[in-house]
T-cell receptor, first 113, second 109 residues
Framework: ETGVTQSPTHLIKTRGQQVTLRCSSQ?????VSWYQQALGQGPQFIFQ???????GRGNFPPRFSGLQFPNYSSELNVNALELDDSALYLC????????????FGNGTRLTVT | RKEVEQDPGPFNVPEGATVAFNCTYS??????FFWYRQDCRKEPKLLMS???SGNEDGRFTAQLNRASQYISLLIRDSKLSDSATYLC??????????FGSGTRLQVQP
């Protein structure tokens, strides 16, 4: 059984550009959550996807958007990148409706210059 | 005020020491609590869940006090490999976890 996988592992973008990050959920997990972790901070909830629709969102502007596909994998898109978007982006998957702890993928480290 | 507050540390302790971390939370609707461990430049990994009755996993003991809205983690007989950042986490039941900023532990030989 494979866990959550994310790609790419590292990415460097320029301010104003757009970026797409990818996440493959663990087998059997139909819910995907995305988190942003800035340096020296704890992860912050961006949003969650279930049944290909956004199901809960944290305090992030609309230029952060996502998709979930029929195979439950997900993408996080960020438009008009800002320097403060530099962070570790984490994805976690889980079965819908459970209270089991989340397990994260290895993350994508995004640097915006 | 942050929803989850932790002392950032660092806590510098010698091998074999006992160290305790506390964490306070402001949302009384929080349903589930966890401690995660994060190594430098890695993803957070679940250390243990936290229950009101207290729970122990080897050298680690976690405790939840709902009346005072705090969570604790006790590490006994510290090892060099325990050096990491420990994140206090709560779940209000909507699966959007709220993390503290983490407490850094450095165990020294």
């Amino acid at each position: 059984e494979t866990g959550v996988t994310q790609s790419p592992t590292h990415l460097i973008k320029t301010r104003g550009q757009q970026v797409t990050l990818r996440c493959s959920s663990q087998s059997g997990h139909n819910t995907v959550s995305w988190y942003q972790q800035a340096l020296g901070q704890g992860p912050q909830f961006i949003f969650q996807y279930y049944r290909e629709e956004e199901n809960g969102r944290g305090n992030f502007p609309p230029r952060f958007s996502g998709l979930q596909f029929p195979n439950y994998s997900s993408e996080l898109n960020v438009n008009a990148l800002e320097l403060d978007d530099s962070a570790l982006y984490l994805c976690a998957s889980s079965p819908w409706g459970t209270n089991s702890p989340l397990h994260f993928g290895n993350g994508t480290r995004l640097t915006v210059t | 005020r942050k929803e989850v507050e932790q002392d950032p540390g660092p806590f510098n302790v010698p091998e074999g020491a006992t160290v305790a971390f506390n964490c306070t939370y402001s949302n009384s609707a929080s349903q589930s609590f966890f401690w995660y461990r994060q190594d430098c430049r890695k993803e957070p990994k679940l250390l243990m869940s936290v229950y009101s009755s207290g729970n122990e996993d080897g050298r680690f003991t976690a405790q939840l006090n709902r009346a005072s809205q705090y969570i604790s983690l006790l590490i006994r007989d510290s090892k060099l490999s325990d050096s990491a950042t420990y994140l206090c986490v709560m779940d209000t039941g909507r699966r959007a976890l709220t993390f503290g900023s983490g407490t850094r532990l450095q165990v020294q030989p």
